[in-house]
């Protein structure tokens, strides 16, 4: 390689145009013995030292295997978990960058508005004792915005908003599907005008056609009210679709990071080709003419990761004595082009 | 020809619930020859489960009931059998995957028991050959450590693991075919890649047919020869992967091929996606069941249920009235130059 590798810089002032800026992230959780006195035995290492930015108004991507930390990261991030270390910086267009992570309760019940988050399951994210209207109201209800006709009319106007009828304020949720009910949870989302949205594996539980028109809905959206998102998915073709750029985690590690046409066409992380490799693409032609790279083995338990990198175990690269014992870094490669890997290459892989 | 292996013609499966009848599979008819590959699509609901399970005789009344059909496998109706004559057939001849292995292993057994169960019930063997043969089995399926794992429980084994021990089981009585309802969907993907692979290599091996149930068009596009798309319990479109995914005729299959977020795809388009929703069971709409979300809909199609025609190429069907007047690969194409 010829160009300089530079390390991801988290000490430099967050750029006006980050609309959030993860430093160091850590999640660990306790693993404890006894039922009285509980002894820490160990920790799950859930989100290990993720760093990474969000650009006002794009779709970060962030793909990875069950277990990998993504959904960690985001629930870290919004504080719906307590991070163990680390610094995460929301930048509000016009105001002063507010550290998350050790902000008090007054600077977090507002920030609340700006951050939103939608769920995976539909089924569960709403309660089912609850009509559509006091479900989509409630944030303006906690956070006393307006009068309650404002609230109605907000709502009504939501609903609309999201292709759901305005007459359905009075129903429950067992009576909408599971597309619908995804709906509902996007303008819950929406009541505050927020800035930044965490959507969770928003379309995994609903079926393909049904995820088309939610990833429709959710562009359009953007694209009408400027929303940033950080979109959590295992899906790789969906994250293709939706994001600007995409992150991939590895065993609460983020591997590679780049621009989306980067790093499906010139992926360097030997994870990246392995999980790229095996994502079936509907077309005869193409997947007939594909060489899947098959992993050896199971993700190990992120109780107990490998030393060094902690992809050696299964990576079909890995070189005694560097691998299993360095660490490696996320490195600039090629322009907002990072990876973890101490010998990256560019490879196609489909 | 040679007569095929498994035949079903006229397949209803229905289920009464306090709501009305539930017609999960209305109508249906293929056929599935010796070492095919035959992959069977559909959203949820809409019937390829049902037609799995009334395959093997797993529809049990008064809940749900096959009420008309015939479904013939080498030659025989299976629905004219006794429950002993299918307890033979059902992991002997016929053997099933299921999507979650861990509810279909025994967790109170260890794997090599439950292994050595299938093969002792299916061959006369005795208890030392059954071992021997189920430890083929797992080595098959290239588990490493197969004597260890022969002791080890379901909760010991990751999902990946799990899934290696139930095609190790469904194949180790050498089965005519195999029945995977969504094999892979409880499994990351690099997961995916390794058990499809495993387990399509070792049915080839055995010559063993494989059906394989998904929702998954990327699945079915990369592993079998031949497709069925269901919606609402009747088949709307059938033909070889290629055909299907080149040159859909069911608007139906247009739409979800549209809906597909593609991996390889640089540009960023806009999703074309179904509008609706797929209908309620109890009360299909009338005519062709797909028309409400149907963009070319016309008269006819809310008078007359469409049945199965050559539509397209040599061998490709489609149950669409308008299917020989449209031409929607030609719309797809349209599209893509004005995106």
Redesign the interface.
Known sequence: MTEVASTYDTTAEISDDHILRVDNLVKEFPITRGVFFKKQVGAVHAVADVSFYVKRGETLGLVG??GCGKSTTARSILRLLEPTSGDVWFNPEGGDPVNIPTANKETLRNLRRELQIIFQDPYASLNPRMTVASIVAEPMTVHNVGTKQDRLDRVKELLKVVGLSPEHTNRYPHEF?G??RQRIGVARALALNPSFMVLDEPVSAL???????V??LL?DLQEELGLTYLFIA?????V???SDRVAVMYLGRIVELADR?AL??EPMHPYTH??????????????SN?V?I??EG??PSPANPPSGCRFHTRCPKAVEGVCDTDDPQLRELAEEHWVACHYPEVRKV? | MAEPLLEVNDLRTYFSTEEGIVRAVDGISFTLDRQERLGIVGESGSGKSVTAMSIMRLIEPPAGEVVTGTITFKGRNLLEYDEADMQDIRGGQIAMIFQDPMTALNPVYTIGDQLMETIMLHQKVSRKEAYDIALTAIEDVQIPGAKSRMETYPHELSGGMRQRIMIAMGLSCNPDLLIADEPTTALDVTTQAQIMDLMLHLADERGTAVMLITHDLGVVAGFCDNVQVMYGGGIVEKGTVGQLFANPQHPYTWGLLGSLARMDEEEQHRLRSVRGAPPSLINLPSGCRFRPRCDFAVDVCAQAFPLLRDSGEPGQESACHRANELDLKSIVQEEEVTA
């Not at chain 1, 079926?207 to 028109?213: E, F, G, K, R, Y």
């Not at chain 1, 295992?234 to 969906?238: F, G, T």
């Not at chain 1, 392995?274 to 997947?287: F, K, T």
């Open positions: 295997e069950s599907s597309g619908q079926d393909v056609s049904i995820q088309a028109q990833l429709n562009q295992h899906d790789l073709s969906v293709r679709h939706i046409n499906y066409e392995a999980l790229l490799s095996a994502v079936p693409i509907p077309d005869p032609e193409v997947e594909r899947r098959i992993l199971d993700i489909f």
